[in-house]
């Protein structure tokens, strides 16, 4: 079966690339993914899947019954928004949608969704259940995910495979990680509500600013003695706005950012254990305080009879020595996260990496791929779905 999906998908490269090369001219950004969803549903439909638009809004839901059976349903989720970042390539199908770019590789998760529906459509007689395509609109602000549950589509899926592309992994390598992939991301907002009063008489005012200044030092230092070094929080204070005049003392400063973190105990914690030490710190210095903390998405944590299988799948396919172990987890978040609270699931790492050349980071102006993955990861994917069958055919 192995060498059928490794055929099909080295014939169907050429047709891939393509593919690939006008989702990356044409970014849509999150929520506004409208041709590139119509342009994947003309795709899935060529195929013979089942497939329903305005998903999620603007995703789409390709079904592709396997002849077999099966009441087992296997989704595979890509993904297919661009972000708000002028490109800066040079290459001959750069964007042609000024200051929106593809630059986390969501053109070739969806790039390789397809190519992954094209192989197995063709094998489906061999298929025992049903995969179920999810293209995805809005990860890159963390909503497409909840739309899309929230239309249906993970009922009856008993398993779901995700894929991310990663530059420092070279090409045709695939990145696994066993627990823990991703974190979980919360939104947070202080206010400090102080007193006004005469930049030449600070006394008699309570001065914002400073005892904003005091929250921002005091959460960083109080993370390095009051949580476990080994269940990382990262808390970012990205934006802070406030103050009226240069003489004025400020009565009223607004600090926004994220809180990150790995463990589920951890993450339950912090909206409190953070509230304890802005009011501390208000009360100490006469201010009062506003919070909202808002969750964000869960964190990623990789089940571990679906890592194995698509583990074992990489390694039949290219050999051992073309999987790479992850041995840390990202404080990126994912929201691929939100499928995993409706059924068992794991996501691993495409290598895209270039042997030859500087690998800019994601989501930079420059970020670009090497075309060779897209096989890689649609063997990895087809090869991996028809191991799902196997592996639980074994188990009973």
């Known amino acids: 079966m192995l060498c059928e999906i490794r055929e099909l998908a080295d014939k169907l490269a050429p047709r891939l690339i393509e593919i690939r090369r006008h989702f990356h001219a044409h970014p849509e950004l999150s929520g506004e993914e409208y041709q590139t969803a119509a342009y994947i549903a003309g795709v899935l439909s060529s195929c013979g899947l089942q497939v329903r638009e305005g998903i999620g809004k603007t995703g789409v839901v390709g079904d ?17 928004d661009a972000l708000p970042i002028p490109e800066r390539t040079g290459l001959e199908y750069a964007s042609r949608n000024d200051g929106v770019m593809h630059a986390c590789g969501h053109d070739l998760h969806a790039t390789l969704g397809l190519g992954t529906a094209m192989v197995l459509s063709g094998l489906s007689e061999k298929l025992p259940g049903t995969v179920r395509f999810l293209f995805q609109p809005a990860e890159e602000i963390a909503q497409g995910a ?8 993970m009922e009856g899926v008993t398993g779901i495979l995700g894929v991310h592309v990663f530059p420092t992994i070279p090409a045709g390598s695939v990145g696994i990680r066993h627990g823990v992939l991703t974190a979980a991301a919360d939104h947070l907002e202080i206010t400090i509500l102080g007193e006004s009063g005469h930049g030449a008489r600070p006394h008699e005012a309570i001065d914002a ?3 904003a200044a005091q929250v921002v030092t005091s959460l960083q230092q109080a993370i390095a003695r009051t949580h476990n070094p080994l269940h990382p929080v990262v808390l970012t204070i990205g934006k802070i706005s406030g103050g ?7 009565d009223c400063v607004k600090l926004v950012g994220t809180v990150r973190s790995l463990y589920p105990d951890t993450h339950a914690n912090l909206p409190q254990w953070i509230e304890n030490i802005v009011a501390h710190i208000c009360a100490t210095y006469g201010a009062r305080y506003e919070m909202n903390y808002q969750r964000g998405v869960p964190s990623v944590h990789n089940d571990p009879m679906l890592t194995q299988i698509v583990e074992l799948a990489a390694q039949e396919s290219f050999g051992s020595d073309r999987v790479v ?3 840390e987890p990202s404080l990126g978040a994912e929201d691929f996260s939100v499928y995993l609270e409706r059924a068992p699931g794991t996501m691993f790492r ?3 990496g270039h042997p030859d050349r500087t690998n800019y980071p994601l989501h930079h102006p420059q970020f670009e ?12 994917l087809a090869s991996a779905a028809y191991k799902y069958w196997q592996t639980l055919a074994d188990e009973d």
């Open 64 to 80: 592709l019954p396997g002849e077999g059976g099966d009441r087992h349903l296997l989704a595979i989720r890509t993904d297919m």
């Open 146 to 153: 909840g739309w899309m549950v929230a239309d249906g589509v």
């Open 209 to 211: 600013i400073w005892v």
């Open 244 to 250: 009226r005049a240069p003489n004025a003392i400020a």
């Open 325 to 327: 172990y992850l041995a």
């Open 350 to 352: 495409l290598g895209v």
């Open 369 to 380: 791929i090497d075309e060779s993955a897209i096989v890689t990861g649609v063997v990895t």
